[in-house]
């Protein structure tokens, strides 16, 4: 079982990145897929989340509202965040999880990735 994060990096205010979730050793359809994110100091937020199969329900904190998007792709067993008009206090580690319900409960969790908006 395993999720892998990729896609992070060093962006200026403003910029975009698309970050990309990787599953393997289970069923991707079966499971919800959510981001959650931690900057230095700080507890781990949630970001996004979208449902199982189909992915008909979308989820988004406020803060990301309207500038995030999240996606999945069955075929590929990956799930996207595409981040737009990014600031400086998105700054932070990535993670994607994955998990049977909603809300998530002890989700199954990616290694991170870092995401740093700077100029």
């Known amino acids: 079982v395993q999720l892998v994060e990729s896609g992070g990096g060093l962006v200026q205010p403003g910029g975009s990145l698309t970050l990309s979730c990787s599953v393997s050793g289970f069923t991707f359809d079966d499971y919800a897929m959510g981001w959650f994110r931690q900057a230095p100091g700080k507890e781990r937020e949630f970001v996004a989340r979208i449902t199982s199969r189909t992915g008909s329900s979308i989820y988004y904190a406020d803060s990301v509202q309207g500038r995030f998007t999240i996606s999945r792709d069955n075929a590929k067993n990956t799930a996207y965040l595409q981040m737009n008009s990014l600031r400086p206090e998105d700054t932070a580690v990535y993670y994607c999880?994955?998990?049977?319900?909603?809300?998530?409960?002890?989700?199954?969790w990616g290694q991170g990735t870092q995401v740093t908006v700077s100029s």
């Open positions: 999880a994955a998990s049977l319900t909603l809300p998530m409960k002890s989700p199954i």
